[in-house]
């Protein structure tokens, strides 16, 4: 389990999610996406130290820790900088894919909704 003291940039991103969700443009998404992710953050390597979150865009809420209502609908795994690079738009998610800097599982069809668009865009970080 990951170590919760490590600040990660990730972070970040994960509180703008939660306030992104209330407004007009992340409830839009909701009924857009409907879909549930959960992503897997690591400081350095992919599958060490992971910290876990949750995108339900079906209930509209982001929290730390994994899923607990069944089986996300998708699950990703990122290195803290590839992540924050994808979310920002810095990075294509299928480039990503394909270099190995973000692993799947789950439905496919759920992942190709994950793009950086159901991010905030981001005010200075």
């Known amino acids: 389990m990951a170590d919760t003291s490590t600040q990660l940039k990730s972070d970040?991103?994960?509180e703008?999610?939660?306030?992104?969700l209330t407004t007009d443009a992340g409830k839009a998404l909701i009924?857009?996406?409907?879909?549930?992710?959960?992503?897997?953050?690591?400081?350095k390597k992919i599958g060490f130290?992971?910290?876990v979150y949750v995108v339900?865009?079906?209930?509209?809420?982001?929290?730390?820790?994994?899923?607990?209502?069944?089986?996300?609908?998708?699950?990703?795994?990122?290195?803290?900088?590839?992540?924050v690079k994808i979310a920002t738009g810095k990075m294509?998610?299928?480039?990503?894919?394909?270099?190995?800097?973000?692993?799947?599982?789950?439905?496919?069809s759920a992942a190709q909704k994950f793009t950086p668009d159901?991010?905030?865009?981001?005010?200075k970080m």
């Open 49 to 51: 130290n992971e910290k």
């Open 118 to 123: 159901i991010f905030p865009k981001p005010s």
């Open 56 to 83: 339900d865009l079906k209930k509209g809420e982001t929290k730390e820790g994994p899923y607990e209502g069944g089986k996300p609908d998708a699950t990703f795994s990122f290195k803290d900088d590839d992540f």
């Open 12 to 14: 970040a991103i994960f």
């Open 31 to 43: 009924k857009k996406i409907g879909l549930v992710y959960q992503i897997n953050i690591a400081p």
């Open 92 to 108: 294509n998610p299928q480039i990503a894919f394909m270099r190995g800097a973000m692993k799947i599982k789950g439905s496919i």
């Open 16 to 20: 703008q999610m939660k306030l992104h």
